[in-house]
């Protein structure tokens, strides 16, 4: 008894576990990397929300954020509102023609200038993001063409369809008449 007393306290004794400690060392403890593996994941979602979290903003931010939302609505609606005056008040809207008449070539140039910048940073940021989607589609083109010949090929009316390929016992059941329990009943009856 004290023999085995003496391996067992060597083994499991003094609040370690030599077989433990030994496998810890070719595989990791699933415990510990799972509560690893929580903290980390904790860290990364700490960090992802502080890098979105939206500072407090003051009223003068939220004014502007509203400024900065206005042109686009108010020139398209302006426009539409300048279709609807020209149909409802053609002298009012023939007379505020002849006043933007009077405007001066080099303002005309600055407005478009201004509205060019405005609009064409946005136009160049659409159209890169069109752009990375069209190779985005494109890089999925093949995987598509592979799935539709695929599913051609599983339409029963496909040539070749019913084809058992080079599998002999396979032609040699698709050949045998198989026994229907129902045709024999229906033949029966008449």
Same mark, same amino acid.
């Not at 008894?1 to 003094?14: A, D, Q, S």
């Not at 799972?34 to 929580?38: E, F, I, S």
């Given at each position: @008894?004290?023999?085995?007393?003496?391996?067992?306290?060597?083994?499991?004794?003094?609040d370690r576990n030599v077989v433990r400690d030994t496998v810890e060392v070719f595989r990791e403890n699933a415990e510990q990397g799972? &509560?690893?593996?929580?903290f980390v994941q904790g860290q990364a979602?700490?960090?992802?929300? &502080?890098?979105?979290?939206?500072?407090?903003?003051?009223?003068?931010?939220?004014f502007m954020d509203g400024v900065n939302r206005l042109p686009r609505p108010a020139l398209a609606l302006g426009t539409l509102g300048l279709f609807v005056s020209a149909m409802v008040a053609p002298l009012w809207f023939a007379q505020r023609m002849q006043g933007i008449a009077l405007v001066p070539e080099p303002l005309w140039w600055l407005l478009g200038v201004i509205v060019s910048f405005y609009f064409g940073a946005r136009h160049q940021v659409k159209s890169q993001e069109f752009q990375r989607n069209i190779v985005?589609?494109?890089h999925h083109v093949p995987k598509v063409v592979e799935n539709i010949a695929a599913i051609?090929? @599983?339409?029963?009316?496909?040539?070749?369809?019913?084809?058992?390929?080079?599998?002999?016992?396979?032609?040699?059941? &698709?050949?045998?008449?198989?026994?229907?329990?129902?045709?024999?009943?229906?033949?029966?009856?008449?």
């Open positions: @008894m004290g023999l085995i007393e003496r391996v067992l306290g060597l083994v499991f004794g003094g799972a &509560a690893r593996g929580a979602m700490d960090q992802y929300g &502080a890098e979105f979290s939206a500072p407090v903003k003051g009223g003068f931010d939220r985005d589609t494109i051609g090929r @599983m339409r029963a009316d496909a040539v070749g369809a019913a084809d058992p390929g080079p599998d002999v016992r396979l032609s040699a059941q &698709a050949l045998t008449a198989d026994e229907n329990p129902a045709l024999t009943a229906w033949r029966a009856e008449r």
